[in-house]
């Protein structure tokens, strides 16, 4: 996966405004657009890597003969960990 493009812009600390103004080549549209905070984009992220990885013991591991139902288990305890209170 490709890192999103980051821009760098400026927020208004009293009402919110963002600004991130770009040197114009004489093309322009402006376009409406969607942005996250960087900070909750990262944290989104990591949690998508954490549930990944569990969701790959999942998919790749075998458990060793008559050990399925600890094996079971332990991968349910991971998963109620990376999915916390609910």
């Known amino acids: 996966m490709q ?9 208004c600390i009293g009402c919110g405004k963002l600004e991130a103004p770009r040197p114009c080549v004489g093309v322009c549209q402006d ?10 984009y990262d944290a989104l992220q990591a949690r998508i890597q954490a549930l990944e990885a569990a969701l790959a ?30």
Do not use: N, Y
Not at 3 to 11: K, S, V
């Open 3 to 11: 890192p999103a493009e980051r821009i760098e812009g400026w927020r």
């Open 31 to 40: 376009r409406k657009v969607e942005l996250v905070d960087a900070a909750d």
């Open 57 to 86: 013991l999942i998919a790749r591991v075998t458990p060793r003969e008559g050990a399925m139902a600890a094996s079971w288990s332990a991968l349910q305890a991971r998963a109620r960990v990376l999915l916390g209170p609910g």
